[in-house]
């Protein structure tokens, strides 16, 4: 086969299985029961997505193959504690956002 039929037919096929795992639930409706334990363990996989997503952004270097290469001196790590920061006292998003730029941007011409 050409190498774009089998990119078309990887398209399709994670489309397929997309589709069919996020319907899961709508098409079975009530006659599925999901455990308790289960629907509190459901709560928090959007923050520990969250956290896998932004924790290497943050305490990392760009070029960072290893946690070994952990430096103070990054400004990401600066920003990220004025932003934990900023959103605990304030609990907005814009002054979170703010406060974390502004932070890194002068930790990047200090440090």
Do not use: C, D, Q
């Not at 489309?15 to 996020?22: D, I, M």
């Not at 455990?35 to 520990?48: D, K, N, S, Y």
Request: no cysteine; charged share 10%.
């Amino acid at each position: 086969m050409e190498m774009n039929t089998h990119i078309f037919l990887l398209i399709l096929g994670m489309s397929l299985v997309t589709a069919w795992t996020r319907s899961f639930f709508l098409i079975l409706g009530e006659r599925i029961k999901v455990a308790p334990w289960v629907l509190e363990a459901i709560r928090f996989a959007p923050l520990a997505a969250m956290i896998a997503i932004l924790a290497p952004e943050i305490f990392l270097p760009a070029s960072a193959s290893s946690v070994a290469e952990f430096n103070l001196k990054l400004p990401n790590i600066w920003g990220g504690i004025a932003a934990i920061i900023a959103f605990y006292v304030t609990k907005k998003m814009l002054s979170t956002l703010v406060i974390g730029m502004a932070v890194f941007t002068a930790a990047r011409f200090l440090v």
